[in-house]
Protein backbone atom coordinates (compact mmCIF):
# COMPACT_ATOMS: atom_id res chain seq x y z
CA UNK A 1 0.00 0.00 0.00
CA UNK A 2 2.87 2.42 -0.77
CA UNK A 3 2.75 5.21 -2.90
CA UNK A 4 6.09 6.49 -4.37
CA UNK A 5 6.09 9.37 -6.84
CA UNK A 6 9.51 10.45 -6.75
CA UNK A 7 11.40 6.99 -8.44
CA UNK A 8 14.66 8.69 -9.24
CA UNK A 9 14.83 9.42 -5.55
CA UNK A 10 13.14 6.68 -4.03
CA UNK A 11 15.96 4.79 -6.25
CA UNK A 12 18.86 6.77 -4.76
CA UNK A 13 17.77 5.93 -1.20
CA UNK A 14 17.65 2.35 -2.01
CA UNK A 15 21.37 2.76 -2.93
CA UNK A 16 22.15 4.10 0.29
CA UNK A 17 19.88 1.62 2.01
CA UNK A 18 21.98 -1.36 0.26
CA UNK A 19 25.24 0.63 1.12
CA UNK A 20 24.10 0.41 5.12
CA UNK A 21 22.68 -3.21 4.69
CA UNK A 22 25.94 -4.58 3.58
CA UNK A 23 27.47 -3.43 6.89
CA UNK A 24 25.05 -5.77 8.63
CA UNK A 25 22.43 -2.83 9.18
CA UNK A 26 18.79 -3.22 8.99
CA UNK A 27 17.83 -0.23 7.73
CA UNK A 28 14.31 1.24 7.34
CA UNK A 29 13.59 4.46 5.23
CA UNK A 30 12.36 7.55 7.19
CA UNK A 31 10.35 10.16 5.36
CA UNK A 32 10.60 14.57 5.79
CA UNK A 33 7.39 15.34 7.00
CA UNK A 34 5.42 17.61 4.75
CA UNK A 35 2.85 18.17 7.99
CA UNK A 36 1.74 17.23 11.24
CA UNK A 37 0.71 14.06 10.36
CA UNK A 38 -1.07 11.69 13.41
CA UNK A 39 -1.53 8.26 10.97
CA UNK A 40 1.98 7.45 10.95
CA UNK A 41 4.78 6.78 13.64
CA UNK A 42 7.71 8.74 14.09
CA UNK A 43 11.68 7.99 13.79
CA UNK A 44 14.33 10.44 16.02
CA UNK A 45 17.85 9.71 14.74
CA UNK A 46 20.88 10.99 14.49
CA UNK A 47 22.54 10.67 11.27
CA UNK A 48 21.33 7.42 10.03
CA UNK A 49 21.63 5.39 13.17
CA UNK A 50 18.16 5.33 15.10
CA UNK A 51 17.65 6.91 18.47
CA UNK A 52 13.71 5.66 18.84
CA UNK A 53 10.59 4.65 17.54
CA UNK A 54 8.10 6.90 18.39
CA UNK A 55 3.79 5.60 18.02
CA UNK A 56 1.37 7.30 16.20
CA UNK A 57 1.08 10.57 18.22
CA UNK A 58 -2.01 12.58 18.87
CA UNK A 59 -1.81 16.47 17.18
CA UNK A 60 0.61 18.20 19.62
CA UNK A 61 3.06 15.97 19.86
CA UNK A 62 2.86 15.63 15.47
CA UNK A 63 3.53 19.42 15.87
CA UNK A 64 6.39 18.95 18.08
CA UNK A 65 8.13 16.00 16.31
CA UNK A 66 8.23 17.68 13.01
CA UNK A 67 9.65 20.95 14.40
CA UNK A 68 12.30 19.06 15.75
CA UNK A 69 13.30 17.40 12.59
CA UNK A 70 11.56 13.93 13.37
CA UNK A 71 11.12 11.71 10.25
CA UNK A 72 7.70 9.41 9.25
CA UNK A 73 8.36 5.76 9.70
CA UNK A 74 7.30 4.36 6.31
CA UNK A 75 7.40 0.63 6.93
CA UNK A 76 9.74 0.06 4.09
CA UNK A 77 13.19 -2.08 5.35
CA UNK A 78 16.40 -3.39 3.74
CA UNK A 79 18.49 -5.61 5.08
CA UNK A 80 20.75 -8.95 4.13
CA UNK A 81 18.98 -12.37 4.74
CA UNK A 82 21.58 -13.59 7.14
CA UNK A 83 21.50 -10.41 9.32
CA UNK A 84 17.49 -10.73 9.83
CA UNK A 85 17.90 -14.21 10.26
CA UNK A 86 20.31 -13.48 12.92
CA UNK A 87 18.48 -11.02 14.72
CA UNK A 88 14.99 -12.95 14.57
CA UNK A 89 17.08 -15.81 16.31
CA UNK A 90 18.43 -13.03 18.92
CA UNK A 91 14.99 -11.17 19.79
CA UNK A 92 11.99 -13.47 18.25
CA UNK A 93 12.86 -16.83 18.17
CA UNK A 94 9.67 -18.42 18.98
CA UNK A 95 9.05 -16.50 15.45
CA UNK A 96 11.76 -18.76 13.63
CA UNK A 97 10.75 -22.13 15.71
CA UNK A 98 7.30 -22.12 14.41
CA UNK A 99 8.30 -21.24 10.65
CA UNK A 100 11.02 -23.42 10.27
CA UNK A 101 8.88 -26.45 11.46
CA UNK A 102 5.97 -25.23 8.91
CA UNK A 103 8.42 -25.22 6.31
CA UNK A 104 9.97 -28.74 7.38
CA UNK A 105 6.29 -30.15 7.13
CA UNK A 106 5.46 -27.86 4.39
CA UNK A 107 3.65 -30.15 1.37
CA UNK A 108 4.34 -29.48 -2.25
CA UNK A 109 1.16 -29.71 -4.32
CA UNK A 110 0.43 -29.92 -8.03
CA UNK A 111 1.36 -26.46 -8.96
CA UNK A 112 4.65 -26.95 -7.42
CA UNK A 113 3.79 -24.66 -4.13
CA UNK A 114 4.75 -25.18 -0.88
CA UNK A 115 1.70 -25.31 1.71
CA UNK A 116 2.84 -24.64 4.83
CA UNK A 117 1.61 -26.79 7.69
CA UNK A 118 -0.88 -25.52 9.48
CA UNK A 119 -1.33 -26.31 12.73
CA UNK A 120 2.61 -25.14 13.12
CA UNK A 121 2.05 -22.00 11.80
CA UNK A 122 -0.56 -21.35 12.93
CA UNK A 123 1.60 -21.17 16.47
CA UNK A 124 3.46 -18.40 15.29
CA UNK A 125 3.17 -15.76 16.78
CA UNK A 126 1.08 -12.52 15.73
CA UNK A 127 4.06 -10.00 16.04
CA UNK A 128 5.12 -6.87 13.55
CA UNK A 129 8.61 -6.39 12.55
CA UNK A 130 8.46 -3.28 14.29
CA UNK A 131 7.56 -4.76 17.88
CA UNK A 132 10.22 -8.18 17.13
CA UNK A 133 13.26 -6.88 15.73
CA UNK A 134 12.78 -2.92 15.11
CA UNK A 135 12.44 -1.65 18.19
CA UNK A 136 14.86 -4.49 20.08
CA UNK A 137 17.68 -4.55 18.09
CA UNK A 138 20.68 -2.37 17.88
CA UNK A 139 21.68 -2.49 14.34
CA UNK A 140 19.05 -0.39 13.18
CA UNK A 141 19.72 2.62 10.89
CA UNK A 142 17.87 5.49 8.98
CA UNK A 143 17.89 6.56 5.58
CA UNK A 144 16.01 9.85 5.05
CA UNK A 145 14.49 10.63 2.24
CA UNK A 146 11.76 12.82 0.09
CA UNK A 147 10.33 10.41 -1.92
CA UNK A 148 6.72 11.81 -2.88
CA UNK A 149 6.17 8.95 -0.47
CA UNK A 150 2.01 8.08 0.76
CA UNK A 151 1.33 4.78 2.67
CA UNK A 152 -2.37 5.43 1.81
CA UNK A 153 -3.42 4.17 5.32
CA UNK A 154 -6.90 5.71 5.27
CA UNK A 155 -9.18 7.15 3.26
CA UNK A 156 -8.51 10.69 3.85
CA UNK A 157 -4.92 9.78 2.03
CA UNK A 158 -6.77 7.95 -0.89
CA UNK A 159 -8.56 11.05 -1.30
CA UNK A 160 -5.52 13.02 -2.07
CA UNK A 161 -4.98 11.39 -5.22
CA UNK A 162 -8.81 12.03 -6.71
CA UNK A 163 -9.02 15.09 -8.58
CA UNK A 164 -11.27 17.84 -6.83
CA UNK A 165 -14.34 20.10 -8.74
CA UNK A 166 -15.15 23.62 -8.07
CA UNK A 167 -16.87 22.43 -4.53
CA UNK A 168 -14.05 20.51 -3.36
CA UNK A 169 -16.00 17.14 -4.06
CA UNK A 170 -13.83 13.69 -4.65
CA UNK A 171 -15.51 11.21 -6.97
CA UNK A 172 -13.51 8.25 -6.82
CA UNK A 173 -15.26 5.89 -9.74
CA UNK A 174 -18.52 7.37 -8.76
CA UNK A 175 -20.44 8.79 -11.91
CA UNK A 176 -23.94 7.77 -10.45
CA UNK A 177 -23.70 10.41 -7.64
CA UNK A 178 -25.31 13.94 -7.45
CA UNK A 179 -24.28 15.98 -4.78
CA UNK A 180 -26.34 19.24 -3.95
CA UNK A 181 -25.07 21.95 -1.64
CA UNK A 182 -21.81 19.87 -0.26
CA UNK A 183 -18.22 20.25 -0.53
CA UNK A 184 -15.11 18.58 0.39
CA UNK A 185 -16.69 15.21 0.86
CA UNK A 186 -15.11 12.10 -0.68
CA UNK A 187 -17.36 9.69 -2.62
CA UNK A 188 -16.41 5.95 -3.87
CA UNK A 189 -18.46 3.66 -4.89
CA UNK A 190 -17.52 -0.41 -6.50
CA UNK A 191 -21.50 -0.60 -7.41
CA UNK A 192 -23.93 0.67 -9.54
CA UNK A 193 -26.05 2.08 -7.37
CA UNK A 194 -26.75 5.67 -7.17
CA UNK A 195 -25.52 8.06 -4.50
CA UNK A 196 -26.69 10.95 -3.35
CA UNK A 197 -25.46 13.63 -0.82
CA UNK A 198 -27.78 17.17 0.16
CA UNK A 199 -26.38 19.55 2.76
CA UNK A 200 -23.18 17.60 3.95
CA UNK A 201 -19.84 18.48 4.51
CA UNK A 202 -16.41 16.81 4.74
CA UNK A 203 -17.46 13.19 4.79
CA UNK A 204 -16.08 10.21 3.68
CA UNK A 205 -18.88 7.71 1.80
CA UNK A 206 -17.32 4.57 0.80
CA UNK A 207 -19.69 2.17 -0.48
CA UNK A 208 -19.13 -1.66 -1.48
CA UNK A 209 -21.01 -4.65 -2.46
CA UNK A 210 -20.12 -5.62 1.48
CA UNK A 211 -21.00 -2.61 3.56
CA UNK A 212 -20.89 1.08 3.61
CA UNK A 213 -18.79 4.05 5.44
CA UNK A 214 -20.52 7.42 6.55
CA UNK A 215 -16.98 8.96 8.11
CA UNK A 216 -15.95 12.72 8.94
CA UNK A 217 -12.76 13.34 7.48
CA UNK A 218 -11.19 14.43 10.61
CA UNK A 219 -12.41 10.92 11.82
CA UNK A 220 -10.95 9.02 9.36
CA UNK A 221 -7.97 7.11 11.39
CA UNK A 222 -11.12 5.69 13.56
CA UNK A 223 -12.11 3.31 10.93
CA UNK A 224 -9.54 0.86 12.63
CA UNK A 225 -12.08 1.14 15.69
CA UNK A 226 -14.87 -0.27 13.82
CA UNK A 227 -13.03 -2.95 12.53
CA UNK A 228 -11.96 -4.14 16.26
CA UNK A 229 -15.45 -3.85 17.01
CA UNK A 230 -16.51 -6.20 13.93
CA UNK A 231 -13.25 -8.49 14.98
CA UNK A 232 -14.49 -9.10 18.64
CA UNK A 233 -18.18 -9.44 17.38
CA UNK A 234 -16.94 -11.98 14.94
CA UNK A 235 -19.03 -10.74 12.18
CA UNK A 236 -18.63 -12.37 8.82
CA UNK A 237 -17.30 -9.29 7.00
CA UNK A 238 -14.14 -9.70 8.47
CA UNK A 239 -13.08 -13.26 7.53
CA UNK A 240 -15.56 -13.01 3.72
CA UNK A 241 -16.29 -10.24 1.45
CA UNK A 242 -18.65 -10.80 -1.07
CA UNK A 243 -16.34 -11.96 -3.77
CA UNK A 244 -13.84 -14.52 -2.33
CA UNK A 245 -10.41 -15.84 -3.71
CA UNK A 246 -9.68 -19.17 -4.37
CA UNK A 247 -7.04 -20.76 -5.70
CA UNK A 248 -9.06 -22.10 -8.39
CA UNK A 249 -11.20 -19.14 -9.39
CA UNK A 250 -13.73 -17.26 -7.35
CA UNK A 251 -16.81 -16.78 -5.90
CA UNK A 252 -19.98 -14.48 -5.08
CA UNK A 253 -22.40 -14.52 -2.94
CA UNK A 254 -25.63 -12.93 -4.82
CA UNK A 255 -28.14 -13.08 -2.80
CA UNK A 256 -28.87 -15.80 1.07
CA UNK A 257 -31.98 -16.15 2.99
CA UNK A 258 -33.28 -18.19 5.31
CA UNK A 259 -32.63 -21.68 4.31
CA UNK A 260 -31.06 -20.57 0.55
CA UNK A 261 -28.09 -18.83 -0.95
CA UNK A 262 -27.15 -18.03 -4.13
CA UNK A 263 -23.60 -17.64 -5.28
CA UNK A 264 -21.54 -16.88 -9.05
CA UNK A 265 -18.86 -19.22 -9.21
CA UNK A 266 -15.77 -18.27 -11.58
CA UNK A 267 -13.38 -21.46 -12.43
CA UNK A 268 -10.30 -20.46 -14.22
CA UNK A 269 -9.04 -22.83 -16.55
CA UNK A 270 -7.54 -26.21 -15.12
CA UNK A 271 -8.81 -24.94 -12.11
CA UNK A 272 -10.67 -27.65 -9.92
CA UNK A 273 -12.79 -27.34 -6.65
CA UNK A 274 -11.88 -30.17 -4.41
CA UNK A 275 -13.49 -33.66 -4.23
CA UNK A 276 -15.90 -32.88 -1.34
CA UNK A 277 -19.14 -33.27 0.95
CA UNK A 278 -21.89 -30.99 2.49
CA UNK A 279 -23.72 -32.23 5.12
CA UNK A 280 -26.83 -30.04 5.52
CA UNK A 281 -26.93 -28.54 2.43
CA UNK A 282 -27.36 -29.72 -1.48
CA UNK A 283 -26.51 -27.67 -4.65
CA UNK A 284 -27.33 -27.00 -7.95
CA UNK A 285 -24.95 -25.77 -10.80
CA UNK A 286 -26.10 -24.20 -13.62
CA UNK A 287 -23.33 -23.20 -16.16
CA UNK A 288 -23.68 -19.84 -17.91
CA UNK A 289 -20.46 -19.84 -19.74
CA UNK A 290 -17.62 -22.33 -20.41
CA UNK A 291 -17.69 -25.83 -19.73
CA UNK A 292 -18.05 -28.32 -16.49
CA UNK A 293 -16.33 -31.71 -16.07
CA UNK A 294 -18.25 -32.54 -12.74
CA UNK A 295 -18.05 -35.57 -10.91
CA UNK A 296 -21.25 -36.15 -9.09
CA UNK A 297 -21.60 -39.24 -7.09
CA UNK A 298 -20.85 -42.54 -9.15
CA UNK A 299 -21.37 -40.06 -12.48
CA UNK A 300 -18.97 -37.92 -14.37
CA UNK A 301 -20.55 -35.49 -16.42
CA UNK A 302 -19.80 -32.48 -19.05
CA UNK A 303 -22.07 -29.75 -18.76
CA UNK A 304 -22.18 -26.54 -20.97
CA UNK A 305 -24.05 -23.27 -21.37
CA UNK A 306 -27.81 -23.77 -19.75
CA UNK A 307 -27.07 -27.54 -18.54
CA UNK A 308 -27.22 -28.38 -15.13
CA UNK A 309 -26.97 -31.02 -12.69
CA UNK A 310 -28.46 -31.51 -8.79
CA UNK A 311 -26.12 -32.52 -6.01
CA UNK A 312 -27.98 -33.77 -2.96
CA UNK A 313 -26.56 -33.32 0.47
CA UNK A 314 -23.84 -36.05 1.62
CA UNK A 315 -23.03 -36.70 -1.68
CA UNK A 316 -19.32 -36.38 -3.05
CA UNK A 317 -18.78 -33.78 -6.03
CA UNK A 318 -16.32 -32.05 -7.44
CA UNK A 319 -16.14 -29.34 -10.91
CA UNK A 320 -13.36 -29.15 -13.17
CA UNK A 321 -13.01 -26.78 -15.48
CA UNK A 322 -11.19 -28.90 -18.79
CA UNK A 323 -11.22 -25.71 -21.13
CA UNK A 324 -8.86 -22.79 -22.00
CA UNK A 325 -12.07 -19.99 -20.92
CA UNK A 326 -13.52 -19.04 -17.61
CA UNK A 327 -15.89 -21.01 -16.51
CA UNK A 328 -19.10 -19.37 -14.86
CA UNK A 329 -22.11 -21.04 -13.47
CA UNK A 330 -24.91 -20.14 -10.83
CA UNK A 331 -24.97 -22.13 -7.53
CA UNK A 332 -27.82 -22.59 -5.68
CA UNK A 333 -27.83 -23.90 -2.11
CA UNK A 334 -30.72 -25.08 -0.34
CA UNK A 335 -30.55 -26.44 3.58
CA UNK A 336 -30.29 -26.07 7.25
CA UNK A 337 -26.84 -24.65 7.76
CA UNK A 338 -25.14 -22.93 4.84
CA UNK A 339 -21.96 -22.32 6.51
CA UNK A 340 -19.18 -22.18 4.46
CA UNK A 341 -17.40 -24.89 7.47
CA UNK A 342 -19.62 -27.18 6.24
CA UNK A 343 -17.69 -29.00 3.69
CA UNK A 344 -15.79 -32.61 3.94
CA UNK A 345 -12.90 -32.82 1.37
CA UNK A 346 -11.57 -36.07 0.38
CA UNK A 347 -8.74 -35.04 -2.00
CA UNK A 348 -7.83 -31.37 -3.25
CA UNK A 349 -4.97 -30.39 -6.04
CA UNK A 350 -4.14 -27.19 -3.72
CA UNK A 351 -3.52 -29.23 -1.06
CA UNK A 352 -5.82 -27.76 1.84
Known amino acids: DHLIQKCDLFQEAVQQAMELAKTGRIVTFGIQPSAPET ?55 EVIEHV ?46 DIGWSDIGSWDSLSELTASDAAGNQLDNSADA ?13 GNRMIAAVGVDDLIIVDTPDALLIANRANAQDVKKVVTQLKEAKHESCQLHRTVSRPWGTYTTLEEGNGYKMKRIAVKPGGSLSLQMHHHRSEHWIVVSGAAKVVNGEKEILLHPNESTYIPAGQTHRLTNPGVIECVLIEVQVGIYLGEDDIVRFSDIYGR
Open 39 to 93: GYGYIESNGTDVVRFIEKPDYQHAVEYVEAGFLWNAGIFCFTVGTILDELNKHAP
Open 178 to 190: ILVNSRNNYIKSS
Open 100 to 145: QKALDLSAVNDEQEHVLDLDEFSQTPDISIDYAIMEKSTKVSVVSC
